[in-house]
C-alpha cells in the first residue's frame, strides 16, 4: 500500500502522463506539471503536499520547494476561490495595469496577498505574462488570461466569477 496519501489516484494518473514525456530516468522534469496537479487537487500546496510530490517524483525535497517558492503561479498558502494576478511590470503598467490593480483593490476592498472576507477573491501582483500588447492584463487562477481590463470589463469579471 502506498504511502502516498494526499495525492488522489486521478492525480496521480495525471502526473503519470506527464512523467511519460521525459525520459525514464529524467522524471523529476515533471516537477512544475506535478505541482500545478497537486494545486489544483488542493487549491494550495501545503507543506505535506510539496513533500509529497518530492517523494513521488523521487527528488530531494527541498527542489521541489525551490521550484514551488520560485514561481508565483504556486500557491504556498489559501486564497480565495479566485486568484486574480495583474501584470504590473513596466509596459503593462504604463498601459493601464497599475490602474486596474488599484481599481480591483478599491473594489474588494484588499491589498495584494490578501483574501477578501467572503473567501471569494486574493489579489496577487504579477510578472510579465508575455501579453504586452493586450495591457493591462490578468489571470485568474493561472489558467484564464484576460485583456484589455478596463473597470467596466473589470466589472463585469467581478460580478462573472462572484
Known amino acids: 500500500m502506498s504511502t502516498l496519501a494526499l495525492i488522489s489516484d486521478d492525480s496521480k494518473r ?36 510539496i513533500d509529497e510530490v518530492a517523494q513521488y517524483l523521487g527528488m530531494p525535497t527541498i527542489a521541489v520547494y525551490e521550484v514551488a517558492t520560485f514561481y508565483n503561479m504556486y500557491n504556498l498558502k489559501p486564497t480565495g476561490k479566485c486568484k486574480i494576478t495583474i501584470c504590473t511590470n513596466l509596459p503593462c503598467a504604463l498601459s493601464g495595469g497599475v490602474d486596474a490593480a488599484e481599481y480591483l483593490k478599491h473594489k474588494l476592498g484588499v491589498d495584494w ?50
Not at 490578468?138 to 462573472?160: G, H, P, T, W, Y
Open 14 to 49: 495525471r502526473i503519470d502522463r506527464e512523467i511519460a514525456k521525459y525520459p525514464a530516468d529524467q522524471k523529476q522534469s515533471a516537477v512544475m506539471a506535478a505541482l500545478a496537479i497537486a494545486q489544483d487537487q488542493h487549491g494550495w500546496l501545503s507543506n505535506a503536499v
Open 113 to 162: 496577498r490578501e483574501t477578501t472576507a467572503d473567501g471569494n477573491f486574493t489579489l496577487v501582483e504579477g510578472e510579465c505574462m508575455g501579453a504586452c500588447g493586450d495591457a493591462p492584463v490578468l489571470l485568474v487562477n493561472n489558467k484564464r488570461m484576460c485583456s484589455f481590463m478596463s473597470n467596466e470589463k473589470l466589472d463585469q469579471l467581478i460580478a462573472e466569477l462572484t
